[in-house]
């Protein structure tokens, strides 16, 4: 028969071992992230600066484990960037700064990371 006290403490290395699976996978998502960014520049010259944002990268997110990686570029074309971004293990969402609204743009900016910048 299980106790209250044995099952609460089941309960407990569950969450704990969930907890430690979120935090690794988040740890992987940032520098795959980073890794994406300086490919971002690399490959797309005319991109200047590339921004993490979304539940990977604002840590008032609740992220999970099918969290994506959402970047933002300035100076480029979304389309064209899919292209630096293929072959990730993560789901990679990239928008362009010229192509979202003012007020996207401002809040990634505020609430974002800095990921990679054009020397």
């Known amino acids: 028969m299980?106790?209250?006290r044995d099952a609460a403490k089941t309960i407990r290395a569950k969450?704990?071992?969930e907890r430690r699976a979120l935090a690794k996978?988040?740890?992987e998502a940032r520098a795959?992230?980073?890794?994406?960014?300086?490919?971002?520049?690399?490959?797309?010259?005319?991109a200047i600066r590339v921004w993490g944002f979304g539940s990977t990268y604002e840590d008032w997110r609740r992220y999970r484990l099918d969290s994506d990686i959402d970047l933002a570029v300035e100076r480029g074309c979304?389309?064209?960037?899919?292209?630096?971004?293929?072959?990730?293990?993560?789901?990679?969402?990239?928008?362009?700064?010229e192509e979202i609204p003012?007020?996207?743009?401002?809040?990634?900016?505020?609430h974002?990371?800095?990921?990679?910048?054009?020397?």
Do not use: M, Q
Not at 32 to 46: D, H, K, Q, S, V
């Open 2 to 4: 299980v106790t209250p």
């Open 15 to 17: 969450n704990e071992r």
């Open 25 to 27: 996978r988040k740890e």
């Open 32 to 46: 795959e992230g980073i890794r994406l960014a300086r490919n971002i520049l690399r490959e797309y010259p005319e």
């Open 78 to 97: 979304a389309y064209k960037l899919l292209k630096c971004v293929e072959g990730s293990a993560f789901k990679v969402d990239v928008v362009s700064f």
């Open 102 to 110: 003012k007020s996207l743009a401002t809040f990634i900016r505020e």
């Open 112 to 119: 974002g990371i800095l990921l990679a910048e054009a020397k």
